[in-house]
C-alpha cells in the first residue's frame, strides 16, 4: 500500500510557527513518525510541502498516472482547505480517498477557519491533537483501506 502525505503552506516552519497553536515538533519529525507507522503496517509513505497551490495539485494529478498511483492521501491543506476550490477539484478528480487533518482545531479559532472545501469529500477528518493529528490520520487511513480491501 502507497501513502502519500501532502503538507501545504507555512508547514515548513513547524516548530518555529506560532508554537502556542502548533507545537514545537518540526515536519522532518512528523514524517520521521509518519514513516515509522507505515513500515509497521507495511506501507510505503511519499511526502511533499508546499507553499504552492500549483504543485500540491501537480502530485494530485499524477495519481491518475501508473507511476504517480497512490492507495490513499492524508493532507494537511493548511490555509488552502479554507480557500482553495482547486484544491478541492483536483482530489475530486483523482478518486484517491484522503484523510484531512490539522494541528488546531479550526472550528475553534477564527471565524473563517470554520469552513472547510475539502472536507466533505473525505473519508475523514482529525485536528486538535497536534503533531499527534498526523499519526491518528494516517493510523485511521491505512484501516480504512485495509477494510474496505477485505470487503
Ligand atoms: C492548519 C489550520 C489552518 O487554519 C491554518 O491555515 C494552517 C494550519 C492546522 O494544521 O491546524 O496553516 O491546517
Known amino acids: 500500500m502507497r501513502i502519500l502525505i501532502l503538507h501545504g503552506p507555512n508547514l515548513n516552519l513547524l ?8 507545537g514545537r515538533t ?3 519529525e512528523i514524517d520521521d513518525a509518519l514513516g515509522r507507522i507505515a513500515r509497521e503496517a507495511g506501507c510505503t509513505i511519499e511526502c511533499l510541502q ?5 504543485e500540491l495539485i501537480d502530485r494530485i494529478q499524477q495519481t491518475l498516472d501508473a507511476d ?7 493532507i ?3 490555509a ?5 476550490v482547486a484544491l478541492r477539484d483536483a482530489l475530486a478528480a483523482s478518486g ?5 487533518v490539522h494541528l488546531s482545531m479550526p472550528e475553534a479559532r477564527e471565524p473563517f477557519r470554520h469552513r472547510s472545501l475539502l472536507a466533505d469529500l473525505a473519508v475523514g477528518r482529525v485536528s486538535g491533537f497536534g503533531a499527534r493529528s498526523y499519526n491518528y490520520a494516517l493510523q485511521g487511513l491505512i484501516g480504512h483501506l485495509n477494510s474496505a480491501a477485505s470487503e
Open 15 to 22: 516548530g518555529r510557527r506560532e508554537p502556542a497553536i502548533y
Open 26 to 28: 518540526t515536519l522532518a
Open 50 to 54: 508546499s507553499n504552492a497551490e500549483h
Open 68 to 74: 504517480g498511483r497512490v492507495d490513499g492521501i492524508v
Open 76 to 78: 494537511n491543506p493548511a
Open 80 to 84: 488552502f482547505t479554507h480557500t482553495s
Open 96 to 100: 484517491v480517498p484522503f484523510v484531512e
